[in-house]
């Protein structure tokens, strides 16, 4: 077993050193000005370095992060998060970029390194205070970006670097940034609905002529047109539906912290989607789960939140959508802090008989009915009533 282990990990030194050195085979100038030391972040768009200057006479050498973007990523994204980076990086605990070097089809953004803690480390046993100092730094954040009128899409923990000892924050990676429709969602609707209406009537007039064509019975004819749609919920799919157009959405973030709005595809997403994942986040630190939704898919993470919240409020959600939900069974949702307050009683619980007496004795930390307020406004089901970045920071909770 000792012998297994230790190849495993010779092979992830080799992966690592070829990474490395394929950054700098990909752009020479790398090799001119850093000495990159290792890997410490990978996503699906783009790998992190650790680097520091070559040049640099000072004892302590700034330590930087080089994000190499994978070589397909498309012109607009990595334009669009260099400009985000550039107008909104640097104030309010949002990553700025010092360097973007590029050659041929090989880009790297040069930004500061933050030396941060692992979620999993502190969303246990945060006290109070702490939780209050982390929320005002998360909020304040995602208002800035908020004010640029982009939606980050993918606000989440691995995404907000915390300091713990410095109490220092980074929101970071803007990879799935994008500009907030400029329609807001009844003009949107109003397009839709205007558009399929015109399909609709173009597939029955289509309808009509092939009828009038193959059959003689009038009668036939006019009811295919004034016919409506009786094919919901069935194993099949009338003429009209096939005729309609398919309705795209954006579904861009991560599985677990994607708002309602999303996961029922609907195409007018707001600034509102980065305050769901917020609620989120909080929800793991009040509840003192590391990984609150575990959803695989849409369909099971929309059943997750039905849980909680109940089948006739998803339903009444998705109905202001234009959507419909249905259920096998009513459920009526849960208490959201009698949740929390369970599951923190369960975890601690685990860890103690985990680590029997020798285990780190958590705070027992009673937060506040503020807190639970908060966090019931973050995680509205309608977006439209759903709390803003700049109302959330003059809740009571964390104006105090």
Known sequence: MESNNLSRNDETDNDAKDSCANLKKSIPLINELFHVHCKIGKGTFSSVYLATLKSSNSPVHKKYALKHLIPTCHPDRIERELQCLQQMGGKDHIVGVELCLRNQGSIVFVMPYMRHDKFSE?????????????????????????????????????????????????????????????????????????????????????????????????????????????????????????????????????????????LLKYPSQTLAIDIWACGVMMLCILSGTQVFFRSPDDCTALAEITTIFGSHKVQKCAQKLGKKVIFSENLPGIDIMSLCLKLRKRNKSMMHDRENSTCKVLPNSQYPMEAYHLLRKLLDLDYKTRITADQALSHPFLSS
């Open 122 to 262: 502190y969303v246990k046993d945060m006290t109070v205070e702490e939780l209050k100092d982390y929320m005002r730094a998360l909020l304040s954040a995602v208002r800035r970006v908020h004010q640029f009128n982009i939606i980050h899409r993918d606000v989440k923990p691995s995404n907000f670097l915390y300091d713990r000892t410095n109490k220092k924050y980074l929101l970071v990676d803007f990879g799935l940034a994008q500009q907030c429709s400029e329609y807001n969602a009844e003009n949107l609707e109003t397009m839709i609905g205007i558009n399929e209406r015109k399909t609709e009537i173009q597939s029955m007039k289509r309808k009509r002529s092939e009828n009038l064509s193959f059959q003689s019975n009038s009668n036939i004819t006019r009811n295919n047109v004034d016919s409506k749609c009786y094919c919901f919920g069935k194993p099949k799919v009338c003429v009209l539906c096939l005729t309609k157009p398919s309705q795209t959405a954006p579904r861009a973030g991560t599985p677990g912290f994607r708002a309602p709005e999303v």
